[in-house]
């Protein structure tokens, strides 16, 4: 069974700093997908940025960019000059190409500081 | 495009009484969610649908629990009886098939069975 784990219960970042959340997944598969969701107050489930396995590029967007090293399992979302509109919860996915479902950390809530 | 839509918002109910949760995934969208999320156990999937056809129901916690999709713009998520350890947030969340197609979810149920 694939599982996720988010260690940071926590963050907290002043703003206009760079935080990074640490992400670490367990699978045999060899073709996969990884995802960061975020989710503010208001509940709702919004997707920061994916990175597909097969890929050795690090993806990018805007302020948002990931640390992905395969061979180690880890998947780290790390966020420049931070906004108070980032204080949410953040949790990081996995989805196996050949299935569907995806698969969540615990999920890591991160504060910013004025 | 309206994103998906769940109903009702929020729900209290009190234990022994049937609640049905419903959901309106994104049109074109083949693969549709059911996840619950709660404090202690995360973000949990429940059950999962291709094509309207239910894939992997191992997630749904007991036979109290039950969910159909008679067609592919509807989905509805039935608890019956309800019983307060069911108070949790609901989610559904659709998307295309493959790995790389994110999952985008509804604005979620909050449930109280008092």
């Known amino acids: 069974a694939q599982t996720v784990t988010q260690s940071q219960p926590e963050m907290s970042v002043q703003e206009a700093e760079t935080v990074t959340l640490s992400c670490t997944y367990d699978t045999s598969e060899s073709d996969y997908y990884l995802f960061w969701y975020k989710q503010p107050p208001s509940r709702q489930m919004i997707l920061v940025i994916r990175?597909?396995?097969?890929?050795?590029q690090n993806a990018t967007e805007n302020r948002f960019s990931v640390n992905f090293q395969k061979a180690a399992k880890s998947f780290s979302l790390k966020i420049s000059d931070s906004q108070l509109g980032d204080a949410a919860m953040y949790f990081c996915?996995?989805?196996?190409?050949?299935?569907?479902?995806?698969?969540f950390g615990g999920g890591t809530r991160l504060m910013v500081k004025p | 495009d309206a994103g998906v839509i769940q109903s009702p918002r929020h729900e209290v109910t009190e234990m022994g009484q049937e609640v049905t949760l419903r959901c309106k995934p994104i049109?074109?969208?083949?693969?549709l969610f059911w996840y619950r999320q709660t404090m202690m156990r995360g973000l949990e999937l429940l059950i999962y649908?291709?094509?309207?056809?239910?894939?992997?129901d191992s997630g749904m916690p007991e036979d109290r629990f039950s969910a159909k999709m008679p067609n592919a713009s509807f989905s509805t998520l039935k608890i019956q009886p309800s019983e307060p350890r069911d108070s949790a947030v609901y989610f559904c969340?659709?998307?295309?098939?493959?790995?790389?197609?994110?999952?985008?979810f509804g604005n979620g149920t909050r449930l109280t069975v008092t």
């Open positions: 990175q597909e396995a097969y890929k050795q």
């Open positions: 969340a659709s998307s295309l098939r493959g790995g790389n197609s994110p999952l985008h």
């Open positions: 049109s074109g969208h083949n693969s």
């Open positions: 996915a996995y989805r196996v190409n050949a299935g569907n479902m995806l698969t």
């Open positions: 649908f291709n094509n309207n056809v239910p894939i992997d």
